[in-house]
């Protein structure tokens, strides 16, 4: 049995992998995931390693070793066998959910012209061709970044949360800014499938992330995401670079 651990910017999240599939799922707190962890592994005396997505820089190599005795794969696309090319200059610092997802979008959607939009703390974009050709991205701004902004960097604009989109024109301060922050989301999301389909034609768009569901009767092109996709990539690049 695998752990995958996807530690996002705002989540961090569990699931356990047999030979069947996923068996079960969860999330960790912040201020005791280690515990969290060490008692998952006691609970389940079967896992014999770990493959995780760290956008938080959570999982160092030296603490996991004094804290678990798993062997850990770490999502690094520098130091680890990918099952795609990619043009990006500087592996270092390609997001390792970009990687997870580009391998579960991948194996979900073979030989495809796909473009990820993942939309979460932050909002990226990755083209992949059906020849297995990463070309690139975007990041941009997430939904909860954009409001939060419009509130700290000005004197009078409230704090406000998602709020489904009615009209694209406000009549008022908090109405003004839901069309905004949405409506400018919604329009971003389709200048870049626009733009994306003037580079590669027949192309799949996948809408994933946590605030992907929010958007998904939004965008008329884009197919939602399976929930677990970061994890089945999570498990490919696996097993691409494991050597049991």
Known sequence: MLLLLDFGNTRLKYFLQGEEGISHTGELEPKTYWKQLQQLQEDYPQLREAVAADVRGLLSS???KKQLQLPLLLVNAAHIALPFTTHYTSLNTLGQDRVALLAGAQAAYPHTNLLIVD??????????????????GAISPGIAMRYK????????????EYQDLSSYLGTSTETALHAGVVGGVIAEIEAHIEQTEQICSNLTVILAGG?????????????FAHPNLLAHGLYKLWKLNSTT
């Open 62 to 64: 030296s603490l996991w």
């Open 119 to 136: 939309v979460g703390s932050c909002i990226t974009y990755d083209l992949l061709t059906a020849q297995g050709e990463h070309k690139g």
């Open 149 to 160: 902004s419009l509130h700290h960097y000005t004197g009078k604009l409230p704090q406000l």
């Open 211 to 223: 605030d992907a569901q929010k958007l998904s009767k939004k965008i008329k092109k884009a197919i």
